[in-house]
């Protein structure tokens, strides 16, 4: 038997404030999330960040929360590994994680061990690589695996930023609202601090040093979270045939007064309302399941923003979500191919 780990980021328990400052604070705690000195980090997040934070994320976790079946974020990640498992079969097992709060870590990795399985091959849900994201996933199961006296073997997919079924997933996601009848495409991947993109840069020379560096994927800048970002957008709009002139990339969801990863998302809102654009068409391919960043953030306070600012509307690409062709991505992930 094999295991396959999926791990995907995390979501509170409940949407209530108790349960998302808990939440809040296992993640900000994070040294490769808040990546500063442990001390600063503590006063950071214990003193300034949660306390205020928790409130009002409650608030918005609360508008995103169905009755029926709680976070999005988990509730789609249940059916992914549901999904791979059927069809993987069983010479497979497929266990689902969250790197935050639950399902853990911990417990799948035990559930993979009580089955004595062979091998182990953990895909952190993120395509693009991040040391906040799929960095924090590996340095967390390795952690966890370094305890066991018989380590199997075991092995990660880094990112699949331009795996081609992923992209086509999300091309064929989009057809149903026709690319055609907006004035413009956005890609809007989540934000990290430039720091961190600096600080993967191994070369010490490359990322952020012109202003479209980071534009484009190379071989020096091939971990690059906005190097590969910048690849997924291409591809996706490749697939679509969208030209150059008709889409953006940009980065959403900052937080802290440090400078992120630019064009900022709210700034490109504002610059493409003042050009007259009315309908804009976004996709959000960092993530590979719907979650506040995309039913919130995007489809609610873009929308929003750009109404206010003469736009029209600004329609979300359904996240990867049950999509058969990312479920056969995975597949391929799982197997090695
Ligand atoms: C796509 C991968 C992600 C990276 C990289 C990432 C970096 C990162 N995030 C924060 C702060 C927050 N992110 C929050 C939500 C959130 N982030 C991701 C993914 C990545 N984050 C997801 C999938 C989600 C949604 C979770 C859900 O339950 O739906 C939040 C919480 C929400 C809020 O309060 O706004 C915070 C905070 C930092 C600081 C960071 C890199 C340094
Ligand atoms: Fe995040
Ligand atoms: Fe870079």
Redesign the pocket.
């Known amino acids: 038997m094999k295991g396959i780990l999926l791990v995907?980021?995390?979501?509170?328990d409940s949407p209530q404030t108790p349960d998302?400052r808990k939440?809040?604070n296992e993640?900000?705690m994070d040294g490769r999330?808040?990546?500063v000195n442990p001390v600063l980090r503590t006063f950071l997040v214990r003193g300034l960040i949660t306390p205020f934070?928790s409130p009002?994320?409650a608030k918005?976790?609360q508008e995103?929360w169905s009755k029926e079946t709680g976070?999005?974020?988990l509730y789609y990640s249940v059916i992914q590994q549901k999904l791979l498992q059927e069809r993987l079969g069983s010479e497979y097992q497929v266990e689902l994680a969250m790197r935050y709060q639950s399902p853990s870590i911990e417990d799948a990795l035990d559930r993979l061990k009580a089955n004595l399985v062979e091998s182990i091959r953990v895909i952190p849900m993120?395509p693009?690589y991040?040391s906040?994201?799929t960095g924090s996933v590996i340095d967390k199961v390795m952690e966890l695996v370094r305890t066991w006296q018989t380590i199997p073997n075991i092995s990660f997919v880094n990112s699949f930023h331009n795996d081609p079924l992923m992209i086509k997933a999300f091309a064929e996601n989009s057809k149903k609202h026709g690319v055609e009848n907006y004035d413009h495409v956005l890609f809007s991947?989540?934000?990290?601090?430039q720091r961190?993109l600096i600080k993967c840069d191994h070369t010490g020379n490359h990322c952020l040093k012109k202003d479209d560096c980071c534009q484009t994927l190379t071989d020096v800048n091939k971990f690059c979270?906005s190097a590969q970002s910048y690849d997924t957008a291409r591809l996706i709009a490749q697939e679509l045939g969208l030209p150059k002139e008709k889409y953006t990339v940009c980065f959403q969801?900052r937080?802290?007064n440090d400078p992120w990863v630019q064009p900022y998302t709210s700034e490109v809102i504002k610059e493409l309302a003042a050009q007259g654009k009315k309908r804009m068409l976004v996709f959000c391919p960092?993530?590979v399941?719907d979650?506040?960043?995309t039913v919130y953030e995007v489809s609610e306070e873009y929308n929003t923003e750009f109404k206010h600012l003469g736009g029209e509307h600004i329609q979300l690409v359904e996240s990867l979500n049950d999509n058969p062709l990312f479920i056969e991505s995975l597949a391929n992930m799982a197997q090695g191919k």
């Open positions: 995907n980021l995390g979501t509170p998302v939440y809040l993640f900000l999330v808040i990546d934070r009002k994320s918005l976790y995103i976070s999005p974020l993120f693009q991040a906040a994201s991947f989540h934000g990290l601090p961190q979270y969801s937080l802290g960092a993530f399941a979650c506040l960043e």
